[in-house]
Every structure is written in structure tokens, then in C-alpha cells.
């Protein structure tokens, strides 16, 4: 059996991977041209996980179907994660009334298992099972700090991508930052993922108190939203999401 794409399962993950959040629906040809697969087989996997109830056919192509929704709902570890974390959530959207982000670290990047915003939440990048780079988001920072040194070497040594004006890009001060993450515990961001959005993290440690599982977060806009107003909020909400996993993990 071949891998990656040269195999029929890395074909088919590919043309699910080739769907944005901002474009739900793809031509067959636009696949093709993403996935960098003959048109032809395009069609024909499509066709089959149409009937796998994985993509849908609209009138001018295709896209995500509700059938991947209920396989991401049985992941195990972020589904646990989610159920033992929205009460804190919730708790902190109620106390701080701006965007609030549960995020768990993959490879390089954060990936948001959660994410709660009421009338007065800006538009952010950001979405559950979105991705986002770690060295220009808060969470990412928290997650970056505790993670492994050859993770933390392989991102700063890595090309960091600049997404705006603020973003940090020079290993030196990035580096020194997430050492002091490690010292404060919380992380900080202004406007380096997003421009007009502010940021502050909190880690939720495991038994140790070393290695970030997840990372809290609230968001807000320039001008409105004073991050270190929030620290107390949001290390609690991370504190009390890490207890409540610490004691469930001794009664296993």
C-alpha cells in the first residue's frame, strides 16, 4: 500500500482537506487543481463519498457533509475535553462578555476545540477545528512555552509567518517571550494573528504543572478590550478546567 497521495485513503483525505472555512462549496475541477489529482479520479472518490455521506453534491459541486460532523463528534479526547470545559467557558464569557477560545496544540499549530462569543464578539479568524499557527496567537504561545524543546526549536528555527505588521518573527524575542509565559502564566498577543484584536491565554496544566493539555483564551478589539484586565479570569477558568481533569484522571 502506497502513502500520502498515493494511496486511495491519502486521496481521500486530501479532498476533504481542500475545503476552506470561507468556501464551503468547491467545482470538481477546483478540487482537482488543489488536491493536484487527475480530474477524473476527483470524480470518481467524490462520487464515493458522496454515497459515505462525507461530501454532499450541490448544483456546482461540492461540499463537507454532515456525516464528518458526527465522526468529529465521536473523537474521544477534544470531545471529553469540551464536555468538562464549557461550564468554565461559559463562566468566562459571563464574567468578561468578549470571545472566549478553548485550544489544544497539533504539530506546529493550535487547533480550537471551542469557541463562545456573544452580541458584542468581533470577527476573528478563528473557528472550532480551525487552525492557526502557534507563534502569532495567545493560546499558541501558552501551548509553544510548555510543549517539548524540539517542538519549541523546530518552530523558532522554522519560517515564521508574518500575518501582520506586529507579528513576531524574529526567534530572539519570540523566545523570550514564551520564556516569560513560563514565568507569569499567561500569554499575551497584540494584533499579531489578526489586526484590531488583542488576546490573553492561560495554560490548563497537567498533574505535574509542566505540560499545557490546553490553553483558555479571551479575545477583544482595539480600543475596547484590555487584556491584562483579564488575567485573574482567565487563570482561574484554566485552573479550575485543570483540577476538574486532574481528578477525573485519579478516579480512572
Do not use: W
Not at 454532499?56 to 464528518?68: E, P, Q, V
Amino acid at each position: 500500500m502506497g502513502t500520502g497521495l498515493d494511496s486511495v485513503l491519502g486521496r481521500a483525505v486530501a479532498i476533504l482537506r481542500a475545503f476552506g472555512a470561507d468556501e464551503p462549496v468547491l467545482s470538481l475541477a477546483e478540487l482537482a487543481r488543489r488536491t493536484e489529482i487527475p480530474k477524473a479520479t476527483v470524480h470518481r472518490m467524490a462520487a464515493d463519498l458522496v454515497d459515505l455521506r462525507l461530501l454532499d453534491r450541490t448544483g456546482t459541486g461540492y461540499r463537507l457533509s454532515g456525516g464528518l460532523f458526527e465522526l468529529g463528534m465521536r473523537a474521544s479526547a477534544e470531545r471529553s475535553l469540551l464536555e468538562v470545559a464549557m461550564p468554565f467557558l461559559q463562566d468566562l464569557y459571563e464574567r468578561t462578555h468578549e470571545t472566549v477560545h478553548l485550544g489544544v496544540a497539533e504539530g506546529h499549530e493550535v487547533v480550537y476545540v471551542a469557541k463562545i462569543g456573544g452580541h458584542r464578539q468581533v470577527a476573528t479568524p478563528s473557528r472550532p477545528g480551525g487552525r492557526m499557527p502557534m507563534h502569532c496567537t495567545a493560546i499558541g504561545k501558552v501551548l509553544l512555552a510548555s510543549a517539548a524543546l524540539s517542538v519549541r526549536r523546530a518552530v523558532l528555527s522554522g519560517p515564521l509567518e508574518r500575518r501582520t505588521s506586529h507579528t513576531i518573527v524574529a526567534p530572539g524575542l519570540l523566545n523570550r517571550q514564551l520564556e516569560a509565559v513560563l514565568e507569569q502564566g499567561v500569554a499575551f498577543e497584540h494584533e499579531e494573528s489578526t489586526v484590531g484584536l488583542l488576546c490573553v491565554a492561560a495554560p490548563v496544566l497537567d498533574a505535574v504543572g509542566q505540560h499545557a493539555l490546553a490553553a483558555i483564551s479571551v479575545t477583544g478589539p482595539v480600543g475596547r478590550f484590555r487584556p491584562e484586565q483579564h488575567v485573574a479570569a482567565v487563570r482561574a477558568a484554566a485552573t479550575g478546567l485543570s483540577s476538574v481533569l486532574l481528578r477525573r484522571t485519579a478516579g480512572e
